[in-house]
């Protein structure tokens, strides 16, 4: 089967499928959730949490849909070149259309109804069994202006996602080798509030640590952006056992401490000024509708996909519950770090070096194998961009600026700021608002409309989505613009009284 298979050549089970979207969907922006639920106050942080969750879902049936959608044309233009191959190949043989045995059975003629190999043959055309990326279903349903928005949106998440990949690596070494070599060791997650111009070790400023590691960083791992990369079977099990052990532990030892009556956190019920970083953190965090096409379409057995998709989102909204609220009472608010990890390299919190130092860590472990096959990602997204039909690039351009563009600005960024929660909320508000709201619902609409012009509206896609009915596009469509103008005009109303 075409495309039908991962890259390691496998197909996987409904619940391996299950496991992998869980571990796609939980990632570096759940880190950064506990602190923007103590800023938004905890029932403002639920609620939004749960809408979201609802909102994402939604569309990432949508994605779905489109997706068999885009594989029954895939599969429709297929059966018409062949039929115009064959037709060809009679008339220049001189044999009469009624010498011909016919394989499928049935008349050729250009008036036969479409889906007549349908109805005699065993696979459904909307079987998902290609994998058609997203930004192949934006050429086949959306129009020259719609495809460039697209391409545009999804660099701008790609930038932010290297850009705060870049940040979180040299900060979380920041924390923890500057408190280790400093007068306040394990201190780093007891409260203490240090600037970026205090003594990190000898002359050096915790700034220039950051900025030292920021180049540490870029050297060693910028270079695999001018390469080809790929995420091998083996190391994608290292880091999600990683990440999976790092999420348990912090949930557990915020329950001890808790449990032992050593809780110091009071979270209030609604701060309003917190919404927009809880807003973009939260879009941030269930992002998975671009990376959907990997993760679906080499699951065997598709015919209950959304409801195997319900069931990951409860387990991870119940998820980051327990982990955002288990910190926003184990922790007061000011002492909440942008990156969760790192509230547990206080030695009052753990006496074990060794889990200090794996959780202080375990961002740049898990971060460092996802950045060169972001950046590498990025960077065949810009050359699909200003691809030429028929055009090869120049060997600078190809090997140098591409690699160049994708490399420099993200990096350029996490010079100027570390501050986590503002990148991720930021690229979550902005970018993700539309890779996870707009582009799906667009998706969803054309495809709709497509398949019933090629089709007829007899014919119905077997992976519909539950909201079927227009109002849930135009709903999703009002919600993701409204986003757009609530987060600017938030940012520029900060900005003033500032």
């Not at 203490?192 to 640590?209: F, L, M, V």
């Not at 269930?286 to 319900?310: A, D, E, G, R």
């Not at 490399?407 to 993700?432: K, Q, R």
């Amino acid at each position: 089967m075409a495309g039908g298979i991962t890259d390691t050549g496998e197909l996987y089970s409904p619940y391996v499928g299950l496991v992998y979207m869980f571990n796609l969907i939980v990632g570096t922006g759940a880190l950064t959730m506990p602190r923007a639920f103590a800023t938004a106050g905890w029932l403002i942080s639920l609620i939004l949490l749960l809408f979201l969750g609802f909102m994402s879902y939604m569309t990432t049936t949508f994605v779905v849909e489109a997706m068999a959608a885009a594989n029954a044309q895939l599969r429709w233009k297929r059966m018409e070149k062949r039929k115009e191959d064959d037709e060809d190949e009679d008339s220049s043989s001189g044999v009469s259309d009624s010498d011909v045995l016919l394989q499928d059975g049935y008349e050729r003629a250009e008036t036969r109804p479409i889906l007549s190999i349908q109805r005699r043959g065993s696979a459904n055309i909307f079987e998902i069994t290609e994998r058609v990326e997203m930004g192949q279903m934006a050429s086949m349903f959306f129009n020259k202006v719609g495809v460039n928005l697209f391409y545009f949106c999804i660099i701008i998440y790609l930038y932010g996602d290297l850009a705060i990949y870049a940040a979180a690596v040299p900060v979380s070494l920041m924390q923890v080798t500057c408190s280790v070599t400093g007068n306040h060791s394990c201190s780093v997650g007891d409260g203490t509030k240090y600037n970026d111009t205090d003594k990190c070790w000898g002359p050096i400023r915790r700034i220039d640590a950051y900025r030292l590691y920021l180049a540490a960083f870029t050297l060693l791992l910028g270079p695999f952006t001018f390469f080809n990369v790929q995420k091998t079977k083996y190391l994608q099990i290292m880091t999600s056992l990683m990440r999976w052990i790092a999420f348990i532990l912090m949930i557990i030892l915020a329950l001890i401490r808790i449990g032992r009556g050593q809780a110091e956190g009071h979270p209030s019920m609604a701060q309003l000024l917190g919404i927009r970083n809880l807003f973009g953190v939260c879009v941030y965090s269930f992002m998975c509708q671009h990376s959907l096409p990997s993760l679906i379409t080499p699951i065997s057995k598709k015919k209950h996909v959304n409801k195997l998709v319900l069931l990951d989102y409860i387990l991870i909204l119940a998820f980051y519950s327990l982990l955002s609220f288990t910190a926003i009472y184990c922790f007061r608010n000011d002492t909440l770090m942008d990156m969760y990890t790192l509230n547990f390299t206080n030695c009052e919190i753990i006496s074990v070096a060794f889990i200090r130092y794996f959780l202080g860590l375990f961002p740049v472990f898990t971060i460092s194998t996802n950045f060169p096959i972001i950046a590498v990602t990025l960077r065949n997204n810009w050359k699909t961009l200003f691809h030429r039909e028929g055009g090869t690039y120049p060997w600078v351009v190809d090997r140098i600026v591409f690699p160049a563009i994708t490399l420099i600005p993200p990096v350029l960024v996490a010079f100027c700021t570390h501050d986590l929660e503002s990148l991720v909320g930021i690229t979550g508000a902005y970018a993700g608002n539309g890779i996870q709201y707009l582009i799906p619902a667009f998706l969803a609409y054309c495809s709709r409309k497509d398949t019933q012009l090629v089709f007829g509206s007899g014919m119905v896609n077997k992976h519909l989505s539950p909201f079927r009915h227009t109002f849930w596009i135009v709903f999703v469509l009002i919600w993701g613009f409204s986003c757009f103008v609530f987060v600017t005009a938030n940012i520029v109303l900060s900005e003033s009284k500032l």
